[in-house]
């Protein structure tokens, strides 16, 4: 009788599931999984920056001295590299998620709430690089003259203004919306994980 006792409740006694261990293999695959997608936007991000330097080069290939003495192109140049290191920082986060065996749920935390905040940083940085463009835009051609931007100058100020409210407006929605959907939904899905963790 207590034989039977026994065996009935081993059989109701739930088997723990290995939580922590299938989270863990999911957040460190190599190839998917949220981690993976983060270090796949971060290097694209790099990629794309390191190459558009040399894209506007290219295409001012027949002056090539016009772009290498504009101010306007170092000051995009300079940006370009701030962002690259930014996604670099990022990314060795990223990949040290991965890399790591012994990683507690305490640490993951923490890794994932800095690039959150890093996402938020990213969101202003690029409002403030925005309008510090714009002013540039605005003020360069007192200094140095650029045969496009004297065009530009050539409409009414308040044509002007429109535009760069347009632009400012437009990147201000958008910008949220687009590093959301590449950053932001793999950071919440990775949270998520992390909650499930034990």
Known sequence: ???????????????????????????????YGPVAALKRGYRKQMVVMALMPFILLLTNASDISKPLTSVLYWTYVVFAIGVILFAYYNYRIAEKMQDMNDMVKSNL??????????????????RIALVFFI??????????????????HSLPI?????????????????????????????????????????
């Open 109 to 126: 935390e923490q890794q994932v709430s800095l690039l959150q905040t890093r996402l938020r940083w990213k969101i202003i940085g690029l």
């Open 1 to 31: 009788m207590e034989l039977d006792d026994l065996k009935q409740s081993w059989k109701e006694t739930p088997i723990p599931k290995p939580v922590n261990k299938n989270i863990m293999e999911m957040i460190q695959h190599k190839s």
């Open 158 to 198: 308040l044509v002007r203004y429109a535009v760069y409210l347009g632009f400012i407006l437009f990147q201000y929605i958008m910008s949220p919306i687009i590093l959301q959907r590449k950053f932001g939904r793999h950071l919440t899905y990775l949270q998520s994980l992390v909650k499930e963790m034990e």
């Open 135 to 152: 002013v540039m835009i605005e003020v360069l051609p007192y200094f140095q003259h650029y045969r496009m931007l004297d065009k530009w």
